[in-house]
Structure formats: structure tokens, C-alpha cells
């Protein structure tokens, strides 16, 4: 875990200081509670995992991530789809991130529910992206907010 966090801080508990640490096996179901969540690898140039999770409802969260099959697969009719969208530009090739258009044509693809739209840099106006998910998703697509509770 600690070579994840190497680019950010290097600090030997950089975690650990403030939560109670366990890896998992990415491979394996885990269960919290009466909650069950399955991973799938991520394409991001830092290894990472798309979450499913499930209750009564499930929710997909991207993590950061390119187009990837294991994505679309996961994210199949998922009740709320919480994706990074934080590619602003089509013509960055950056293939560790998304850009929203791309998201909400995977979320079509995938016949997910609800959309929703994270990690976005505070430098830039994403309102252009966000008009044309809508139109790509052919619903609302929801913008996540800081500390803002949300019921799926």
C-alpha cells in the first residue's frame, strides 16, 4: 500500500496515523457489514480498483481509470455509477482518466440507472463537459459535492 501513496508522501504511515489499515485480496469478495464489494483492476498508470458494491442497491465508483473492459463490465446496470470525469480536454490522451462524454456513453452501454460525476480539477469549468454527458447519457448526469449525502 505504501508504494501506492510513494508518489504522494513518503511517510511509512501516511495511512495508518489516522484509519485502521487492512489490505484485501482484489481477486476475493469482501464482505462489511451487510454489504458485499468485488474489484476490478483499473486503468490508471498507478495500479488501482473499480469498486462494486453491493446492499439493496448497487454502486459502482470508478476509482481513476481509462476505457477498460473491466469497467464496462462492472459498471453493468448499476444502480448509481460514481465515475471519475477528470480528462477535460478529448485531445489529452491521458489514459489514466476519463473525460464525462466517455463516461456517459459507457454508462449508456452499460444501462446504468443514475450518473455521477467526479474528481474534477478545480482550475477548470467542466458546466461544457457536463451539457454534453447529459447529451451522451440522454438524462440528467449529477455532479458529486463535498460532504453532501447522497441516497441511492
Not at 511517510?11 to 468485488?38: N, Q
Not at 483492476?41 to 442497491?57: D, F, N, V
Amino acid at each position: 500500500m505504501l508504494k501506492i501513496v510513494s508518489a504522494f508522501d513518503q511517510s511509512r504511515t501516511f495511512f495508518s496515523d489516522f484509519f485502521a489499515v487492512e489490505e484485501y485480496d482484489p481477486t476475493k469478495r469482501v464482505k462489511v457489514g451487510d454489504l458485499s464489494i468485488e474489484f476490478a483492476l483499473a486503468r490508471h498508470y498507478i495500479q488501482g480498483y473499480s469498486l462494486s458494491i453491493l446492499g439493496t442497491k448497487r454502486l459502482v465508483y470508478s476509482a481513476d481509470s481509462g476505457i477498460c473492459d473491466e469497467l464496462a463490465q462492472m459498471a453493468r446496470e448499476a444502480d448509481l455509477l460514481l465515475c471519475e470525469a477528470t480528462r477535460f480536454d478529448s485531445s489529452d490522451k491521458d489514459w489514466g482518466h476519463l473525460e464525462a462524454v466517455e463516461v456517459s456513453i459507457l454508462a449508456n452501454k452499460a444501462k446504468v440507472k443514475r450518473l455521477m460525476l467526479t474528481h474534477f480539477w478545480p482550475d477548470y469549468d467542466y458546466s461544457r463537459n457536463i451539457r454534453d454527458a447529459e447529451a451522451a447519457f440522454g438524462q440528467s448526469v449529477e455532479v458529486a459535492e463535498e460532504l453532501h449525502t447522497y441516497i441511492i
